[in-house]
């Protein structure tokens, strides 16, 4: 069975601290991950996924993620906090085959906070 | 921004009634999905469609009914509400072609059952 592990529920940086978010996975088969971001009162939104092609996987808003197959971790990193990255962050692993093609495996989400 | 809707966006009904939300796309994506979030849980799956008239369960599937009918459409139904589905449910769509796509979710509907 598939499982996401995100360390740490809540994380407070200073604004311009590096971020980092951590995410493990257990997987039977390959991977594919992925990072979402979710801001108070919405939906869900992709910041970045591997799919194989590359370990280092660049996203949107200057976040970016390193595939690790033998520590099994896909780490969320961007470099420079900004106010504006407060919200909640999820790691989700996807499995694919047969008709549960796609289904994707949540971590439990970390907070993220930026102190001025 | 992927054309997810859901219906309604709020609700507050009575331990016991029926209850159905609705999740419409207009992308034409083969699959979608219903997840509920609570705290310390992430969201987790409770039921899934791979295409009209195809559903299966997620993982916490008890107390919840699907039916797809169209592409486009999505229904969840609590056939007896209770107080532990009180939840932000989301619905999600993906193409899945080739290999796991990305999955776009709608705006969640905040469901309280008291």
């Known amino acids: 069975a598939q499982s996401v592990t995100q360390l740490g529920s809540h994380v407070s940086v200073s604004e311009g601290a590096l971020v980092l978010l951590r995410c493990n996975y257990s997987?039977?088969?390959?991977?594919?991950l992925f990072w979402y971001v979710q801001y108070p009162n919405q939906g869900l939104q992709l910041l970045l996924k591997y799919t194989s092609a590359a370990t280092l996987v660049k996203g949107i808003n200057g976040f970016e993620a390193e595939f690790k197959k033998s520590e099994t971790s896909f780490h969320l990193t961007k470099p420079s906090a900004h106010m504006s990255d407060a919200a909640e962050y999820f790691c989700?692993?996807?499995?694919?085959?047969?008709?549960?093609?796609?289904?994707?495996?949540f971590g439990q989400g970390t907070i993220l906070t930026v102190h001025p | 921004d992927a054309g997810i809707t859901q219906s309604p966006r709020h609700k507050v009904t009575e331990t016991g009634t029926p209850v159905t939300l609705r999740c419409h796309q207009t992308e034409n994506h083969r699959y979608m999905y219903w997840y509920r979030q609570d705290p310390g849980h992430g969201l987790r799956l409770i039921h899934y469609?791979?295409?009209?008239?195809?559903?299966d369960k997620g993982e916490v599937s008890d107390g919840y009914s699907v039916s797809r009918s169209k592409t486009e459409d999505f229904l969840l139904t609590l056939e007896s509400a209770t107080s532990s589905q009180t939840s932000v449910y989301f619905c999600?769509?993906?193409?899945?072609?080739?290999?796991?796509?990305?999955?776009?979710f709608g705006p969640g509907t905040r469901l309280t059952v008291t």
């Open positions: 989700a692993l996807a499995t694919a085959g047969g008709t549960s093609y796609g289904k994707l495996t």
């Open positions: 469609s791979y295409g009209v008239k195809d559903t």
């Open positions: 997987s039977s088969v390959p991977p594919y």
């Open positions: 999600a769509i993906s193409k899945n072609t080739g290999t796991p796509d990305e999955q776009y």
